[in-house]
């Protein structure tokens, strides 16, 4: 009777230990599906940012089924030297399926900040092959204040200094970037496409 015993006690044993394992194992399943879950919900909300944003400022109302969404966060990218981000912002990007005609909107960029979640820039990205053209300073100025009046990046556009115009590697050849000292509180650039001389991005832009 003993002898039986023993190997039946073998056996519990191991079913005991086995089930403990299947359940450690569920357990870890459970967890990494709550965590891509988690992501997927937050990343909605930041495109949802974005695609509404846009709509508010530029009137244009992007149909997500037909863009390649990717999202890249501060810590994605640390600068070597400095060991800090390259960006300070989240950065959405959505990008319009191809193929694409002149003066079609190729992507619609966005940057939030990552504590507050509040829209820091926006910027629609036209494909564009041509020369782009001279545009008088006063037009160009004339232009950004009417965008930004209009849509009320700031409460008193009294309150703004011209500093002029800036560069901004990435859009030099398809923007005239623009910049505005807001009081204390930083500044305002604004892009104007050199081709249709409409804004096609701004950022407000922390104090130095």
């Known amino acids: 009777m003993i002898r039986k015993l023993i190997p039946m006690a073998i056996i519990i044993s191991l079913i005991s230990t086995g089930c403990a394992s299947s359940g450690n194992i569920k357990k870890e399943i459970n967890k990494e599906v709550g965590i891509k879950k988690e992501r997927k919900e937050r990343e909605g909300k ?7 944003e846009t709509e508010n400022y530029f009137g244009h109302k992007i149909d997500i089924n037909k863009t390649q969404v990717n999202i890249e966060y501060p810590e994605d990218l ?17 990008s319009i399926n191809g193929p694409y005609k002149e003066g079609d909107i190729i992507s619609y960029n966005g940057g939030i900040d990552p504590e507050s979640k509040e829209l820091k820039f926006l910027y629609l990205d036209k494909y564009f092959k041509g020369e ?64 249709t001389e409409e804004v096609m991005y701004f950022e407000w832009v922390d104090k130095y």
């Open 78 to 94: 640390i600068d070597g030297d400095t060991n800090e981000p390259v960006n300070k912002n989240i950065m959405v990007h959505l």
């Open 46 to 52: 930041l495109v949802s940012i974005v695609e509404k």
């Open 132 to 195: 782009g053209k001279e545009i008088p300073e006063d037009v160009k100025k004339d232009i950004a204040l009417k965008f930004i009046k209009e849509n009320k990046l700031i409460d008193n556009i009294d309150s703004l200094k011209y500093e002029g115009e800036i560069k901004k590697e990435e859009f030099n050849d398809t923007m005239y970037i623009l910049r505005f000292k807001n009081g204390q509180n930083g500044y305002i650039d604004i892009g104007i496409d050199k081709g």
